[in-house]
Structure formats: structure tokens, C-alpha cells
């Protein structure tokens, strides 16, 4: 299957500071780049859609002005938590979206980012 | 409301059992359907995909689709312990709706 590479798998940083995740596709075109977070024990949740050139487009509760995404070109997407908060701590997955080798247009997703903010 | 429902488990098979997950969903307008593996603490992992009625097969997974009936399910042949895990189903609807996943666990 297609690779998706994040950076980095782990942080840990203070309340208050920024921290950013960088997503990219690593063997394929990804028209569409998608956030995630998971709480534990609990399903996926989709936080913002992106496509390469345009604003994210963000699922409802989700603040567009705390949680900024860039998708600079069709490899790369990167998430930035801004003036993250204990409560923002959660398992950060984004998934990347296009035409595989084999011809299909399918969404694999990248290892995660496990983001702990004291 | 676009939904896909999963019975959330656990579902405890012997091991060389077969595993039988299914999964609903509400969108008729839903293309595509993807099942996906997530290990604890891991992402997950795409099984395989389904878009035409009836069944697909790749190795020890068939998923099966019937959409008439709005429903995709996903069978494990000859289980074995590491395939004990959440199984997330998904329905594509310009982008992935998930279930909340069923736990497997395969019992040696």
C-alpha cells in the first residue's frame, strides 16, 4: 500500500507554546489530505479536509483559528495546534487521499502524532 | 444524518475460526466502503476496499457488499491472535464516514 510519513510521532510541550505536524505521501499525489484526532477508546474523528492550493475545510466544533492547516502541494500538509492546552492532548492521524500505483483512488493513513501538552 | 453503525464487541473468536464483522450504513448515496485495522495505540491500517454488490477477496479477508440492503461485512478466515484489534468500517461519501469500530479478539 502507499506510504504516509508524520512528523513527529511524539511531542510533549507546555501550555501555551504551538507545535507543529507535518503529514506527507511519500509514494503518491494526494488531491485530498485529512485531519484526525482519536481520543482513547474512541473512534476516529475527522477534524478538516484539505486540498492542495485551498483553505481546509473544517468539520463543525472544530476551531479553524486554533488547529491551522496548510496544504503547500500535493505531498505535504501540515497541522499546527497554536496555543495548545492540556485538553488538546490526543492522538493526531492525518490521511492522505489520491491515486495509488495500482490505479485506485483510495485514503491511506500516516502513523499518528501522540501530542501530550502540559 | 450520514451514520455507519458497528456493534462495538468484542467479538471473541477461537483461534482458526472465522471472524464475522458487519457494519450499516445510512447514505444510499455512499460509493465506496473500506475497512480498516487499528492496533491499540497504532493508526490504522487499510484491509481492503469494496464498491461492487456481492463479495471481494484478498487472502484470508472477503468483504462483502450488499447494498440494497446498506450493509458491508468483513470475514477472517483462520483467524490468529494478532489479528485481535479494532476493525473500523468506513462508507465514502467524498470522504470517509466511520463506524466506531468493532474489537476483535481471536483466542488462542
Known amino acids: 500500500g502507499a506510504v504516509v510519513s508524520q512528523h513527529p510521532s511524539w511531542v510533549i510541550c507546555k501550555s501555551g507554546t504551538s507545535v507543529k505536524i507535518e503529514c506527507r505521501s511519500l509514494d503518491f499525489q494526494a488531491t485530498t489530505m485529512f485531519w484526525y484526532r482519536q481520543f482513547p477508546k474512541q473512534s476516529l474523528m475527522l477534524m478538516a479536509t484539505s486540498n492542495e492550493g485551498s483553505k481546509a475545510t473544517y468539520e463543525q466544533g472544530v476551531e479553524k483559528d486554533k488547529f491551522l492547516i496548510n496544504h503547500a502541494s500535493l505531498t505535504l500538509s501540515t497541522l499546527t495546534v497554536t496555543s495548545a492546552h492540556p485538553e488538546d492532548s490526543s492522538f493526531y492521524i492525518c490521511?492522505?487521499?489520491?491515486?495509488?500505483?495500482?490505479?485506485?483512488?483510495?485514503?491511506?493513513f500516516g502513523p499518528g502524532t501522540r501530542l501530550t501538552v502540559l | 444524518q450520514k451514520e455507519v453503525e458497528q456493534n462495538s464487541g468484542p467479538l471473541s473468536v477461537p483461534e482458526g475460526a472465522i471472524a464475522s464483522l458487519n457494519c450499516t450504513y445510512s447514505?444510499?448515496?455512499?460509493?465506496?466502503f473500506f475497512w480498516y485495522r487499528q492496533y491499540s495505540g497504532k493508526s490504522p491500517e487499510l484491509i481492503m476496499f469494496?464498491?461492487?454488490?456481492g463479495d471481494k477477496e484478498d487472502g484470508r479477508f472477503t468483504a462483502q457488499l450488499n447494498k440494497a440492503s446498506q450493509y458491508v461485512s468483513l470475514l477472517i478466515r483462520d483467524s490468529q491472535p494478532s489479528d485481535s484489534a479494532t476493525y473500523l468500517c468506513?462508507?465514502?461519501?467524498?470522504?470517509?464516514?466511520f463506524g466506531q469500530g468493532t474489537t476483535l479478539q481471536v483466542k488462542p
Open positions: 490521511s492522505a487521499r489520491g491515486m495509488s500505483a495500482g490505479g485506485t483512488d483510495t485514503q491511506y
Open positions: 447514505d444510499r448515496g455512499s460509493q465506496s
Open positions: 469494496i464498491y461492487s454488490n
Open positions: 468506513a462508507a465514502d461519501t467524498g470522504k470517509l464516514i
